[in-house]
């Protein structure tokens, strides 16, 4: 029986992930290194531990992650201070569901609290919460299950009775490794199968969340 639902953010509940690609990139040019799109892609909801090593690897071993990701950070803010962040669409009429049907909700990113919290404010959605958990609170980010266990604990219920909701292959692989049914609403690009193997369900969109609940 499933007793809440943990969402991630950027990608499932806001279309940041677009913002993310875009300002890695030009950060990235800006400082001097050659990343691509497809490089920013790689990263998505992955942890520092693991993106480092993983650009310095595609892009150039030089590169200089942390200095690339401030810079990043400094972009994306004054593009959203100045336009907003853009909820996905169905986003509220699910978590106004999910609350009527009095499941818990949760949250799981690798954004930091304050900007979560600011984003969803903006968005409107940030009173629905009844826990935000972020990898600043765990030892392990994403693809680890870390922060699904201690959402999950927040929240009051064990693994088997929450669904995560994800649009990223490392949001997936560490909500299932997490023991949550995974699904998964894919935003910059399609699962493989490897993917597709860990997923409870694949959906077209936030509003068909609710066929699963």
């Known amino acids: 029986m499933i007793k809440a639902v943990v969402f991630d953010m950027d990608g499932t509940l806001l279309d ?12 990235a040019r800006r400082l001097g290194y050659p990343m691509e799109d497809r490089h920013a892609l790689m990263i ?4 520092a531990a693991y993106a480092e090593p ?7 071993d030089s ?14 803010e004054a593009y959203i201070d100045a336009h907003g962040v853009e909820p996905k669409p ?3 009429e699910l978590l106004g569901e999910i609350r009527r049907r009095g499941l818990r909700i949760g949250l799981a990113t690798a ?10 404010r ?6 629905y919460f009844d826990a935000i958990t972020c990898a600043s609170m765990v030892a392990r980010g994403k693809p680890a299950p870390d922060i699904y266990l201690l959402a999950v604990q927040r929240l009051g219920v064990l693994p088997e009775e929450a669904i995560a909701v994800e649009d990223a292959p ?10 949550l049914g995974a699904v998964m609403i894919p935003d910059q690009d399609q699962p493989d199968e490897e993917t597709r193997a860990l997923c409870l369900a694949v959906l077209p969109s936030l509003s068909a969340v609710k066929m699963i609940l």
């Open 16 to 27: 940041t992930e677009k913002l993310y690609r875009r300002f890695w990139v030009e950060a």
């Open 44 to 47: 998505r909801s992955m942890a």
């Open 54 to 60: 993983l650009l310095r690897a595609e892009v150039c």
């Open 63 to 76: 590169f200089d992650y942390h200095g690339v990701r401030a810079l990043r950070r400094e972009l994306m």
């Open 90 to 92: 169905g986003m509220l």
């Open 111 to 120: 954004t930091p609290e304050e900007r979560a919290r600011k984003y969803l």
């Open 122 to 127: 903006m968005a409107g959605a940030e009173a």
């Open 170 to 179: 490392s949001g997936i692989r560490a909500a299932h490794a997490a023991g």
